[in-house]
């Protein structure tokens, strides 16, 4: 049931798609006034990017909360007045496969026995330490918290190689279903092959 | 032999500067709201202060919305003291606007704008926001200074938890801001990530040392657990007017080039209005009522005052306190002739308080608050002297002269002042009444005589 009720919300947003530059670009505008913009490959439909954003309670509009993907960080350069991480630490993102959740953590220089990977299911989330104490990451799943599932520890594993950590969380088999079920719906859309695309963001 | 002068590198730590009013720091009452005869920097003045006491009280329960409140008195006489009393004793949650009547007129913004701006300036929203903040113990801090003394500082701060260390590169405001606050390796720093405010919550437990001499409010507190980034809900106060300004900037990366707002649509402050009773409604925000201040109101026109008439209607209004030196005297904008300065139709809804002069017991109390203010040792005759200057001329001349006699005591190496420091300063600087009455004398030689006194017979 629970499965069923997030991909009705993403069925009754209002959706624009765009096929660019090799990816299959879907900006979805939600009921409640998010939006969400998403990015596949054409060839594998793998899933590149996955963005989020919101309006502030006070209006003014944020900006974009990348869940899936790259950050793009050019605001960076725009106030060098502030405070920001050197580019010497560690960098989290997360890049799916088609089984399984993927997180890579680049800049780890440290060998694998220090790193330890778990599931904390009372507070939903992944928390990986470092024995020397250099790096902690408490992150949640937002996937299987928008539908419901639980976490299972056995599904996770993590690797390290030429300095980054790769940590594996396998898909479960609703999500599966689902990715399957939505990616079958984007396809129907068509989008316009090129150009500007008037979407109502405001 | 040319030596290159390598200018001194100065850090802006705090600069505090003494201004006319600085050593107010309160209105002076007590619990009761009796108010004491020397207190927080007030002198005398007992039946105003108690009045504007009991103004205070009505402010900070926040009931009552668009009150006005008008101060009249001679010039000197306390009128703008006993407002900053009043802003001072509100505390920093309550927003106090203050501006002078003059400050409304410009040419980019129309009259009854400027006063909208002002007066939604004077209430605030307290609500709830999630922002991201950064909290953990310094490890190290690097700031390279450019050998020239000039350009662009860098920077490298160390931060840790219990469990994770970060370096963060530091843009030169944010050096700024530390070195303003002084943090140093061991202490525990929280920033917040959107507007870079820093605040120091104390030392860390492991750099405690027993032999160390620390400042007794130094606070010794544990390293921060878990991740460095966190995202925390914060309660803040934010003005009306800033929600304005950021619900009508235009949307997108026009938004960059969109410095000043101009005027604000009434349509975009109606919905601001809808929006937040909504959130009161919904417990979401809390509305402050704070107070505007506008000085010497008389400079305001006829349409200001008819716009004020207006807005202290509505139920989001603040408490006005206006303040005016003037007597019966023409209305601006028109021909006629009111109390103030101000409309009868508008007097008729102000509370009035009236400041009296200043008895010689009392300037001679100011003087002496004053003279500690600014530093500035007087010896007794010197002291009875002033005072009677005081007296005589006014508090505010009286007052100028302690530190321009101040300058000349140190100039002859003096400790204190004594009688001849003030008489030299005396005849140095003419008083108001001194230099009218040299203008009489020699106004047959200045400038411009002849067309300003035919100018003077017309009036």
Redo the contacts between chains.
């Keep these: 049931m629970a499965v069923h009720s997030w991909i009705d919300v993403l069925k009754l947003s209002k959706k624009t798609a765009l096929v660019h530059d090799g990816k299959r670009k879907i900006h979805y505008l939600l009921t409640d006034g998010r939006e969400l913009a998403e990015e596949y490959d054409l060839k594998t439909d793998e899933l590149i990017v996955r963005k989020w954003r919101h309006k ?6 944020s900006s974009w909360q990348v869940e899936v993907g790259e950050t793009l960080d050019f605001t960076a350069s725009f ?11 560690p960098v989290f993102m997360r890049k799916d496969t088609k089984s399984s959740f993927q997180w890579r953590i680049r800049n780890l220089p440290y060998p694998k026995d220090v790193f330890s990977v778990s599931v904390v299911p009372s507070d939903r989330c992944v928390i990986i ?2 024995s020397n ?6 992150f949640s799943i937002p996937d299987l918290d928008r539908s419901q599932l639980p976490l299972d520890g056995s599904a996770l594993s993590f690797t390290h190689a030429n300095n980054t950590l790769i940590v594996s969380y396998k898909k479960p088999k609703e999500i599966l279903s689902l990715e399957q079920e939505l990616l079958k719906e984007l396809k129907k859309l068509k989008g316009t092959a090129e150009g500007d695309v008037d979407c109502k963001t ?1 | 032999m040319a030596t290159t002068k390598v200018p001194e590198v100065r850090d802006i730590t705090r600069i505090e500067r003494i201004g006319a009013h600085s050593h107010i720091r309160g209105l002076g009452l007590d619990d009761a709201l009796e108010p004491r005869q020397v207190s927080q920097g007030m002198v005398g003045q007992l039946a105003s202060r108690r009045a504007a006491g009991v103004i205070l009280e009505m402010i900070k329960d926040g009931h009552i919305a668009g009150r006005a409140v008008l101060i009249a008195g001679q010039p000197g006489t306390g009128k703008t003291a006993i407002a900053m009393g009043i802003a001072q004793s509100l505390g920093l949650d309550t927003p106090f606007t203050a501006l002078a009547g003059s400050e409304i007129f410009s040419l980019e913004m129309s009259k009854t704008e400027a006063l909208s701006q002002a007066f939604r300036k004077a209430i605030g929203v307290r609500i709830k926001e999630e922002t991201e903040i950064i909290e953990g113990e310094v490890v190290e801090i690097q700031i390279d200074r450019p050998a020239t003394g000039t350009g662009s500082k860098v920077g490298k701060l160390t931060l840790k938890t219990t469990e994770m260390e970060t370096i963060y590169d530091l843009g030169n405001k944010m050096i700024d801001s530390l070195s303003k606050e002084k943090v140093q390796a061991g202490d525990v720093i929280t920033i917040d990530k959107a507007t870079g405010k820093i605040s120091k919550l104390g030392r860390s437990f492991t750099r405690a040392r027993d032999y160390d001499a620390m400042g007794a409010q130094t606070q010794f507190v544990q390293c921060p657990e878990g991740e460095l980034q966190k995202r925390k809900e914060v309660v803040h106060t934010v003005s009306l007017h800033e929600i304005d300004v950021i619900n009508s900037r235009t949307q997108g990366f026009l938004a960059l080039f969109s410095g000043d707002t101009g005027e604000i649509k009434s349509e975009v402050r109606e919905q601001i209005n809808a929006k937040v009773c909504e959130w009161r409604e919904e417990g979401k925000a809390e509305i402050i009522p704070g107070v505007l201040f506008i000085d010497e109101v008389h400079m305001l026109d006829m349409e200001c005052f008819s716009f004020l008439n207006r807005a202290l209607e509505s139920d989001l209004s603040p408490v006005l306190i206006m303040a005016t030196n003037r007597g019966i005297t023409r209305i601006r904008g028109t021909n006629y002739q009111s109390p103030h300065g101000i409309p009868i139709d508008l007097l008729d809804r102000l509370l009035i308080i009236a400041t009296s002069p200043y008895t010689e017991k009392e300037t001679k109390q100011i003087l002496k608050i004053r003279c500690e203010e600014e530093d500035v040792e007087l010896s007794e005759e010197a002291h009875t002297v002033l005072t009677r200057i005081g007296m005589e001329t006014s508090l505010r001349y009286a007052i100028q002269l302690i530190s321009t006699a101040g300058l000349v005591c140190r100039k002859r190496k003096g400790t204190e002042v004594q009688v001849e420091d003030i008489k030299r300063v005396y005849s140095l600087f003419l008083d108001e009444a001194r230099s009218s009455q040299y203008m009489k004398e020699y106004q047959d030689s200045f400038l411009f005589n002849e067309t300003q006194s035919a100018a003077m017979d017309t009036s």
């Excluded at chain 1, 106030?79 to 010497?88: P, Q, Y």
């Design positions: 502030s309670p006070l209006g003014g509009q106030d060098s007045d502030g405070i920001k991480e050197s580019s010497s630490n330490k470092t104490k250099k790096y902690y990451k408490k405001q």
